[in-house]
């Protein structure tokens, strides 16, 4: 049976938090393939403008080029109805019914996933992948006791490879890693040049080739 994760985002822009999540977890669940998902827009974080999905899908196909099992998929960019979450996991499903679906989500999501639209089906029709997140507390208080039954924390399993998840949600701390795509913009904006050492080598010069974020 295949194995295959989806990484849902804005990836505005895509940074070595991103990345290193791909490899990690490719690695650790074992994964065929591992799919990022640009969002149209992420319709939970309606504050934000996102920057062209044209733009965030060619940066994401940049820092992916060399990555044989790493793909960008235009699913949520070619759906003119702008799906929620929910919709999008139902569709790959349908679109891949052999494959065994991992969708990913870092810890910051996991904090507010009951705000999503039909979040209890985010979290069973699929398995689930939460990433922790240095700043971010992984919390179990706002979830039901029919959620909490399929939990996994690896945190106190190290390296362990997870090779027969049935619909579980894993939380993993294997990256961990304190990146963030507003922090970048941030730095962007006030010129503060480490932001490069953030993002792989061909997004950075993408960014600056378009003027993005200034
Ligand atoms: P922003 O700062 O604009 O919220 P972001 O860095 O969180 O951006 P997104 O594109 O919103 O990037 O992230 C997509 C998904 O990746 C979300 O589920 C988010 O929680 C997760 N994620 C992003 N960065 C990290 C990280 N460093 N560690 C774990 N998860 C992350």
Avoid: C
Wanted: without cysteine; hydrophobic residues 40%.
């Amino acid at each position: 049976m295949k194995r295959i994760a989806f990484y849902g985002g804005s990836f505005d822009p895509p940074h070595n938090g991103h990345l290193t999540i791909a490899r990690k977890l490719s690695d650790l669940f074992v994964l065929d393939e591992f799919t990022f998902i640009p969002a149209f827009h992420a319709p939970h974080k309606k504050d934000k403008k996102p920057t062209s999905a044209f733009h965030r899908f060619a940066m994401l196909s940049l820092a992916t080029e060399i990555e044989g099992k790493i793909k960008v998929s235009t699913v949520e960019l070619d759906a003119p109805e702008k799906p929620f979450t929910y919709q999008t996991q139902a569709k790959l499903k349908n679109d891949s019914p052999e494959a065994e679906i991992f969708f990913v989500i870092g810890a910051d999501s996991w904090a507010e996933i009951d705000t999503w639209r039909e979040w209890e089906k985010v979290l069973t029709q699929t398995n689930v992948i939460v990433v922790t997140r240095p700043e971010y507390e992984i919390d179990f208080s706002h979830v039901t006791k029919e959620i909490k039954a399929r939990l996994i924390d690896l945190r106190k399993n190290g390296e362990q490879k997870i090779k027969n998840g049935e619909q579980k949600i894993y939380i993993t701390d294997a990256v961990n890693l304190d990146v963030s795509a507003t922090e970048i913009r941030r730095k962007i904006r006030a010129q503060e040049n480490d932001w490069r050492e953030l993002v792989p080598n061909e997004v950075a010069k993408y960014i600056e080739k378009y003027e993005l974020y200034i």
